[in-house]
């Protein structure tokens, strides 16, 4: 993988690479679309020797991939050992501070948002703005921008009687209000990552705690050979989609958490 074996960073060459548009005449003589959006995805790897792989990978534009690539945004700062480090900066190895504890870095996706660049399979069709101070001082100090993979934790106490924990996980893009968080297409490319630690956990981003890569109910739904096979060549490190472990708490939308607290 050219672009991150000469930096040693995940640099953000990759850019999405959608299919031609090619289209097939159907008996009602209607041209239809033959083929779907593919991105170009990129990934390094903490291996068993400690060594670090690095490879690209064209894939579809859908979620099971943006979802592992999406999340934050270059020049995100992530809080390591050794002091705040820029997400892109990062590298496999590297130990960062999470809910969990200090765990190293497994893995570390991108992929690049393209303006237009979309379909209706693909999550990647804006990003979100979270604006300095949006849950209160110093969260965040300064604006944070997210990609559509990007969950925060939100706590009601009401929760723990209902689900047996006062957490869990939204989609920060649920929260967008045009004011505070705000939903954005930039004008130009931006590139973006997502990291994996042995645990999945949460890290604090700007005062806000948000989740680290995992590949949720995927691990358990069926996929076709071809691919799960693809997606799982992302991940030198991981055998089998079981090896992702646990999630340390429930997913869900703004949608069902408010329909939760208002029971």
């Not at 930096?7 to 990759?14: M, T």
């Not at 705690?209 to 799960?228: Q, V």
């Amino acid at each position: 993988m050219s672009s991150l074996q000469q930096s040693v960073r995940l640099r953000g060459s990759a850019v999405p690479m959608p299919t031609a548009r090619d289209t097939v005449s159907l008996r009602d003589g209607r041209p239809r679309r033959a083929s779907s959006l593919m991105r170009k995805y990129e990934a390094a790897a903490l291996l068993p020797d400690l060594s670090i792989a690095y490879d690209s990978h064209v894939a579809p534009a859908v979620a099971l991939f943006e979802e592992a690539t999406t999340a934050f945004a270059r020049g995100t700062l992530i809080r390591t050992v050794r002091g705040p480090v820029a997400i892109e900066d990062l590298l496999p190895g590297d130990y960062v501070e999470s809910s969990e504890g200090t765990q190293p870095v497994l893995w570390i996706g991108s992929t690049t948002y393209v303006p237009g660049i979309t379909d209706d399979r693909s999550t990647l069709a804006s990003l979100a703005r979270i604006t300095a101070e949006t849950f209160g001082p110093g969260r965040p100090m300064a604006d944070v921008l997210v990609g559509p993979a990007a969950r925060m934790v939100m706590r009601r106490d009401r929760l723990r009687a209902l689900i047996g924990q006062d957490r869990v996980l939204v989609p920060v893009a649920d929260f967008a209000d045009g004011d505070r968080i705000v939903q954005v297409s930039p004008g130009g490319p931006v590139q973006l990552y997502h990291l994996m630690l042995p645990r999945h956990g949460t890290l604090p981003i700007g005062g806000i705690e948000m989740e680290t890569y995992h590949p949720g109910k995927a691990i358990s739904k069926p996929l076709p050979d071809a691919l799960r096979g693809l997606f799982l060549g992302m991940f030198p490190n991981v055998g089998l989609m079981q090896d992702f472990g646990e999630l340390i708490m429930t997913r869900t939308t703004r949608d069902v958490l408010d329909g939760l607290i208002a029971m």
